[in-house]
């Protein structure tokens, strides 16, 4: 026996073998059960969506002889072994009449058509047309239907199917029930593969069908004509490599490897992966259009993680990566892919282009891109040390104003400055530059706006050591927009609980929390950083608000100096001018201010 197709052998008999399709069911056997039929129906969508498919069941349903009830004998789960059902699946009905519009355009062959439909059914209940591709019928053909279809006889049933209805006469789809049939998800496709090739007996395997689900592009039939052609290229078996090589698309697998390595900040990682693909000889534009994709896909996994889709049959791995991306990354990533993207039509080399467009995404996150490592300058140790310089005693970080004992293992090591290496500046440094040996967190005198308040008792930290050693910590981004409108709510020498403003509190992540804890290591306080959402303290100051009441009082304090200004004053006098209070920026930095 010939071998028969997978499309053909597993095309669906009945409405509940259609997959996908579920509102288009629903009508369609609620109209058969209640025996509310319409004369004419259209049915719409994409090639390979079930549209003649659909059609045939319905034929089916209306002439089966088995399984009827009611007066008009049609049902909506028709039997399949009478006569009517065999014939209708066989394709041997004389009672159904299948149309290739395609190839029947012309007003003679409609005429021709319609001048049989008064007739009687020979054998079935009803005769049905099954118009295929009605969109390419001539205006001529449209005009001879008009009346047909409008009142047909009683025993005639029309069934039009077309993949562009926009094509087709107003007229026309008013005379019609029209029903569009959907995209079918990649998850459905695969769902329907590992049902088919298991009840076959063909080894696959599911990351396989993941690949085949997603070339498909919503149409069964077309994934079903993959599976074939897959079947035959892995000799018997369907396998990952053999798909992707056959279907000659890139291995997803190895974009998730690009996002991994944004992850871990990984330059050398990430031109690695940039190599291996080249290898493959890719088109560069469409890797970073699937890095783009994916990292839409983690914005949504941050902000709503149920809504993430599954289209390549790795949602938790894309759950699993999101959780290693603060939200700004992940849209500053997003934004520099797309303008990327654009800019590759004027890049002199595609790959090229792709490995600055990733290496830009990491120069311009918001907390850079850390230090090479040491073993990257061999010689450094050699030349940093002179044979006569003497040598550096260890020091150890003075305590912060709270009075933490900083230990050895949670103090960090010192070490002597290269001279043969330029020092890199700290940006705050550059603004306001300091003793390099006065620690972060260590005032030396109550700011003149503030009164002198007692710190918490040795080993803990206060709200006023908080606000006071804020600046010092060195956050940056979103973390440093989160902690600056909390309050340190208690301290009990392990765990640093900050209360935070529930107008913030949306933000709120465990990568901030992380952030604030390193940088605390970093000035000799080893904690665990919490974050409360509650109603803020009305007698304590967020650094937020000190800093906005600083800046306020600066202003004032610039305004009242320009107004006592004898220079000021004549020109005021003389022509009448006045200030822009908004123009007035104060430019002199007071101790106060740092």
């Known amino acids: 026996m010939s071998y028969q197709v997978l499309a053909r052998k597993w095309r669906p008999r009945t409405f509940h073998e259609l997959v996908g399709q579920t509102h288009v069911q629903r009508a369609l056997i609620n109209a058969l059960d209640q025996g509310r039929l319409h004369h ?39 039997c399949g072994q009478c006569d009517s059902c065999r014939s209708i699946d066989e394709g041997r009905f004389v009672d159904l009449i299948e149309v290739d519009a395609a190839s029947r355009t012309k007003v003679e062959d409609t005429r021709e058509l319609l001048d049989n439909v008064q007739y009687a059914p020979t054998q079935g209940r009803y005769k049905v047309y099954l118009i ?37 006469p107003p007229t026309v789809l008013s005379r019609c029930l029209q029903f569009t049939l959907k995209h079918l998800p990649p998850e459905r496709v695969v769902e329907y593969l590992t049902h088919v090739l298991t009840e076959e007996g063909v080894a696959f395997e599911q990351s396989a069908l993941w690949l085949l689900g997603k070339a498909a592009e919503g149409s069964m039939r077309d994934a079903m004509s993959l599976t074939d052609q897959a079947i035959a290229f892995g000799q018997g078996a369907v396998h990952h490599a053999d798909v992707a090589a056959m279907l000659g698309t890139l291995d997803h697998r190895h974009v998730l490897a690009l996002v991994e390595a944004l992850a871990d900040i990984d330059v050398a990682g990430l031109l690695d992966e940039v190599a291996r693909l080249a290898e493959q000889g890719p088109d560069f534009a469409a890797v970073l259009d699937d890095v783009a994709n994916v990292l839409h896909r983690l914005a949504i996994a941050q902000m709503v993680p149920d809504a993430v889709d599954n289209s390549h049959g790795d ?34 080399d595609l790959r090229g282009a792709l490995e600055m467009t990733l290496m830009r995404m ?109 600046a010092s910590l060195g956050l940056g981004g979103l973390t440093r927009n989160l902690a600056a409108h909390c309050q340190l709510k208690h301290d009990d020498g392990t765990t640093l609980e900050l209360r935070l403003d529930p107008d913030q509190a949306a933000m709120q992540a465990e990568i901030h929390q992380t952030r604030i804890a390193k940088a ?43 107004n006592r200004d004898p220079h000021v004053q004549r020109l005021k006098e003389t022509l009448g001018a006045t200030f822009m209070k908004n123009g007035v920026t104060p430019v002199q930095r007071t101790d106060s201010d740092t």
């Open 132 to 168: 295929d591709e009605v969109h390419m019928l001539s205006t001529s053909s449209f005009n001879a239907l008009l009346k047909t279809l409008e009142e047909p006889p009683p025993h005639v049933k029309f069934l039009l199917a077309t993949t562009d209805p926009h094509k087709l």
């Open 40 to 78: 004419a129906y259209l049915f719409t969508g994409t090639r390979g969506v079930g549209k003649t498919t659909l059609a045939r069941i319905l034929a089916k349903c209306l002439n089966c002889t088995a399984g009827g009830r009611g007066e008009e004998g049609v049902t909506s789960t028709p």
């Open 362 to 470: 990491l120069a311009f996150r918001p907390q850079g891109v850390p230090k090479p490592p040491t073993h990257a300058l061999p010689l450094a140790p050699e030349r940093s040390k002179p044979e006569t310089a003497p040598a550096e005693p260890e020091t150890t970080p003075s305590l912060p104003p709270w009075g933490v004992d900083a230990t050895p293992s949670s103090a960090p090591e010192v070490r002597p400055p290269d001279p043969k290496v330029e020092p890199v500046l700290d940006p705050a440094s550059a603004v306001d530059p300091k003793p390099e040996t006065e620690p972060g967190w260590q005032p030396a005198s109550p700011p003149d706006d503030e009164t002198p308040r007692e710190h918490a008792p040795p080993g803990r930290l206060d709200h006023a050591g908080w606000l006071d050693g804020f």
């Open 520 to 562: 605390l290591a970093a000035q000799g306080t080893q904690r665990r950083v919490v974050f409360i959402p509650e109603p803020l303290d009305p007698t304590l100051e967020t650094p937020q608000q000190r800093e906005t009441r600083r800046v306020q009082a600066r202003h004032a304090q610039a305004l009242d100096t320009l």
């Open 315 to 348: 949602r938790q791995e894309v759950l699993a990566l999101a959780a290693r991306f603060t939200a700004e990354d992940v849209q500053l990533y997003y934004q520099i892919g797309i303008q990327g993207r654009g800019d590759m039509a004027y890049a002199p």
